[in-house]
């Protein structure tokens, strides 16, 4: 990751450690880390992986929001507020409904209240069955009924309806 005259790119290794933080592949981020020769600019997301390591879900939320209050660069925030989203729906998606977490997560979690964090839970926890819109569910459906009545009808009233069911699902 270095860039024509020989010296590290910086953003090239942010890049790369917030890809990894997002992901949560909490060792290869130490690994990267110990790679880039400890830069001093990768040591704050450095920081979120070890407390991740721990695991330590306080130190963690800390150490993004530090992350996010000392960074100069917008991209960087976009990647610190995204790396902070994914970690507090992996956190909560181990309970099975917003309704069994406990309420002493919510300022660990960088919550300001219990009813901020069951929304939040609500909003990215709905089981996927929920999550995919009527008109895709709905022209899945029919898709496979075309196909049904494709081997029945004939081949050309199937791309017929076919073209009708995109038509009508992309209105």
Same mark, same amino acid.
């Given at each position: 990751?270095?860039?024509?005259?020989?010296?590290?790119?910086?953003?090239?290794?942010?890049? &790369?450690?917030?890809?990894?933080?997002? $992901? +949560?592949?909490?060792?290869?981020?130490? $690994? *990267?880390?110990?790679?880039?020769? /400890?830069?001093?600019?990768? /040591?704050?997301?450095? /920081?979120?992986?070890?407390?991740?390591?721990?695991?330590?879900? !306080?130190?963690?939320?800390?150490? *993004?929001? =530090?992350? &996010?209050?000392?960074?100069? $660069?917008?991209?960087? =925030?976009?990647?610190?507020?995204?790396?902070? $989203?994914?970690?507090? @729906?992996?956190?909560?998606?181990? %309970?099975?409904?917003?309704?069994?977490?406990? !309420?002493?997560?919510?300022?660990?979690?960088?919550?300001?209240?219990?009813?901020?964090?069951?929304?939040?839970?609500?909003?990215?926890?709905?089981?996927?069955?929920? +999550?995919?819109? &009527? @008109?895709?569910?709905?022209?899945?459906? =029919?898709? &496979?009924?075309? !196909?049904?009545?494709?081997?029945?009808?004939?081949?050309?009233?199937?791309?017929?309806? %076919?073209?009708?069911?995109?038509?009508?699902?992309?209105?």
């Amino acid at each position: 990751m270095e860039v024509a005259g020989g010296s590290p790119d910086l953003d090239l290794y942010i890049i &790369h450690m917030a890809g990894l933080l997002y $992901h +949560q592949d909490w060792m290869a981020a130490r $690994h *990267l880390f110990r790679r880039s020769g /400890e830069m001093n600019e990768l /040591e704050p997301w450095f /920081e979120v992986a070890k407390a991740a390591l721990k695991p330590d879900l !306080a130190a963690v939320w800390k150490s *993004l929001e =530090q992350l &996010h209050s000392t960074t100069s $660069h917008s991209f960087v =925030q976009t990647y610190v507020n995204e790396i902070s $989203h994914a970690f507090r @729906v992996a956190c909560l998606r181990n %309970f099975d409904s917003s309704k069994n977490i406990p !309420a002493f997560l919510a300022p660990v979690l960088g919550f300001s209240t219990v009813e901020e964090m069951t929304n939040f839970a609500r909003e990215n926890m709905l089981p996927i069955r929920n +999550q995919i819109p &009527h @008109v895709v569910a709905a022209g899945f459906l =029919q898709r &496979h009924l075309t !196909a049904n009545i494709a081997v029945t009808s004939g081949a050309e009233k199937n791309d017929e309806m %076919f073209l009708d069911i995109l038509n009508a699902s992309s209105s």
